[in-house]
């Protein structure tokens, strides 16, 4: 222990440029859920997840369940606020299913 002399944390975006990666878990995430989030209008899907635009204003620099509500707000979707042992996806959507379904497999 006497030999160490620096330990770095939490470098995601810092030292690592892990943004281009992240929006597009975060695209994936929420175009896999929009359909049972948002009510369709006339038949269409919901608007895809923008990577650039809403990762940017909604998502980047948020904690995992904040970006989810601001993205959820802006999209005029309300959800219950769930619990933390809401299960993946959609089956009970609430604003914590989303960070569920990007939680690593065990």
């Given at each position: 222990m006497n030999d160490l002399?620096?330990?770095v944390f939490d470098t995601d975006g810092v030292l690592l440029?892990?943004?281009d990666r992240d929006a597009a878990a975060w695209k994936e995430t929420s175009d896999g859920c929009l359909p049972g989030?948002?009510?369709s209008y006339a038949g269409a899907r919901p608007r895809p997840f923008d990577a650039v635009r809403e990762y940017r204003d909604l998502v980047d620099g948020r904690a995992r369940l904040g970006g989810v509500r601001a993205f959820l707000?802006?999209?005029h979707s309300d959800l219950p606020p769930g619990t933390p042992e809401d299960l993946p996806g959609f089956a009970q959507p609430s604003t914590r299913s989303p960070p569920a379904r990007r939680r690593p497999s065990p």
């Open positions: 002399r620096a330990v440029a892990t943004a989030w948002q009510p707000a802006a999209r």
